[in-house]
């Protein structure tokens, strides 16, 4: 599994967009960049993947540069259940999740 | 839609004793993992089956051991539990080579 790196903590104001950066700059080609979330002491929530291209789905938007090596989990309209730890995962699919420290997210109202 | 389903959500052990947790993945999901989250820590990956059979071994102890039966649920046993086993134990499934879906979580004390 390539290397990803988040910002360990990240504070949004209610309402607004939460963007979430992460760097995969290790990424293979056959690597997809997953998100998960987990709200405290929950099961780990799949949010959204991509290979290539952008990707939207009804819980957010996933923006992956040209280069692959970095992306952004966007959030568009942040509620106080979106608080959670979110992880970005790059893994080639056949294998195992490997979670890394992920980005305490807290939303304020 | 159905989700993955883990039995028992919370389970407390004495030291030494032995403790199953049972796994249900979601129908037609062929690939089960299991993950161990300690206080305070990220998932880590234990191991994980396809088809019935072992296909990837994390930092799992040697009291722990698993299967995958020939319904597709598995079963974690660990033995001689210690403090240390106290966690969160979550199980996972997929369609091999697709999104990975957890389950709600097995909270194991150990006493």
């Known amino acids: 599994d390539a290397k990803t790196t988040q910002p360990p903590s990240m504070d949004c104001a209610e309402g607004r967009a939460a963007n979430l950066p992460c760097n995969h700059s290790?990424?293979?080609?056959?690597?997809?960049v997953y998100w998960y979330r987990q709200i405290h002491s929950q099961g780990p929530q799949y949010i959204i993947h991509g290979l290539k291209n952008n990707e939207t789905n009804e819980m957010a938007s996933l923006i992956i540069t040209e280069d692959r090596k970095s992306s952004t989990l966007i959030l568009p309209h942040a509620t106080l259940r979106d608080t959670a730890v979110y992880y970005c995962?790059?893994?080639?699919?056949?294998?195992?999740?490997?979670f890394g420290t992920g980005t305490r997210l807290t939303i304020i109202p | 839609a159905a989700g993955v389903i883990q039995s028992p959500r919370h389970l407390i052990k004495e030291k030494r004793e032995t403790a199953t947790l049972k796994c249900y993945p979601i129908?037609?999901?062929?690939?089960v993992y299991w993950y161990q989250q300690g206080p305070g820590q990220d998932p880590q990956f234990l191991i994980s089956f396809y088809e019935k059979m072992q296909s990837d071994k994390g930092s799992i102890p040697d009291r722990f051991s698993a299967q995958q039966f020939s319904d597709y649920h598995s079963e974690l046993n660990m033995s001689s539990l210690e403090l240390g086993d106290s966690a969160l134990y979550f199980c996972?499934?997929?369609?091999?080579?697709?999104?990975?879906?957890f389950g709600e979580g097995s909270w194991l004390t150990v006493v």
């Open positions: 129908p037609r999901h062929d690939t």
């Open positions: 290790t990424i293979s080609g056959n690597e997809y």
């Open positions: 996972a499934s997929s369609l091999l080579g697709n999104t990975i879906y």
């Open positions: 995962i790059s893994y080639f699919v056949i294998e195992k999740l490997h």
